[in-house]
């Protein structure tokens, strides 16, 4: 059985309250702002749509902006509940959380980190347009 903190069992519940009364049927957009204004009345710092560029280092080190990705929801580091930034990847899918959602993290992990950015976790929820309920995955930078 996973062992949650605080802050991610209130993520979580936030969530399945978001679910439960949206239900099925949305886009990712609409439960991201739904659970940013839910997350948002706990006193959380919280960016929705935080970019985050992808920088490539040419041979003679010259940084280059290629693009700028889009962290659903970024959490910023608090003292409530005595944790770090938090990526927060929103799906809503019919399909399981995969490799490819996972992979998304792990790159958001490594660009933040050229920003001297530390992230205590990512999670990734996905509201299943599959069946009536909420899945997440806890990752950590160090996986």
């Not at 957009?29 to 006193?43: C, G, R, S, V």
């Not at 003292?79 to 790159?107: P, S």
Request: charged residues 20%; proline residues 1%; aromatic residues 10%.
């Amino acid at each position: 059985m996973e062992v949650l903190t605080k802050l991610q069992s209130l993520i979580l519940s936030s969530s399945n309250r978001v679910f439960k009364q949206l239900g099925r049927g949305y886009p990712e957009t609409i439960y991201q702002k739904a659970l940013f204004y839910e997350l948002n009345q706990h006193n959380l710092n919280i960016d929705i749509e935080r970019n985050l560029n992808v920088v490539y280092t040419d041979t003679n080190g010259n940084n280059h902006i290629l693009t700028s990705n889009r962290i659903d929801l970024f959490i910023h580091s608090n003292n409530i509940y005595n944790e770090g930034n938090i990526i927060l990847e929103l799906k809503a899918t019919k399909k399981n959380i995969d490799d490819l959602e996972i992979i998304q993290i792990k790159k958001y992990f490594n660009e933040i980190k050229k920003e001297n950015i530390d992230i205590s976790y990512g999670m990734i929820i996905n509201f299943s347009q599959a069946k009536e309920e909420i899945t997440h995955l806890l990752l950590y930078p160090h996986m």
